[in-house]
């Protein structure tokens, strides 16, 4: 890998922070000054757990794949410590020992 893969691997772990504090801000918007979310009606709940959900799993997405690609980029020094758990789950989980 070349020097892009460490601006992708920030790029990646950015926008994970920022989806994530994205749904956090979204959430703080609901809620009224005693902490309870309020909602205009049934399905604008579910609408806005859908969204919720969505931003969560894709700043889950972003944020594994920046950490695995510096990981990777950098396994010589501290990446070993994130890459060790993806062999083990290699090893243990694809192929069945």
């Known amino acids: 890998m070349e020097w892009g893969a460490e601006y992708i691997g920030v ?3 950015a926008l ?3 989806l994530t504090l994205a749904r956090r801000k979204r ?3 609901r809620t009224n000054p005693f902490g309870v979310e309020q909602f ?3 399905w604008g709940k579910l609408s806005a757990n859908i969204k919720d959900g969505l931003l969560r799993y894709l700043a889950l997405i972003f944020l ?3 950490l695995v690609i510096l ?3 950098f396994e010589d020094s501290w990446g070993w410590i994130i890459t060790l758990p993806v062999y083990l789950y290699m090893l243990f989980l694809l192929f069945g020992l």
């Open 64 to 66: 594994s794949a920046g």
């Open 27 to 29: 959430r703080f918007d």
């Open 11 to 13: 790029l990646l772990l």
């Open 40 to 42: 205009s009606s049934y």
């Open 71 to 73: 990981g990777f980029r």
């Open 16 to 18: 994970g922070v920022a």
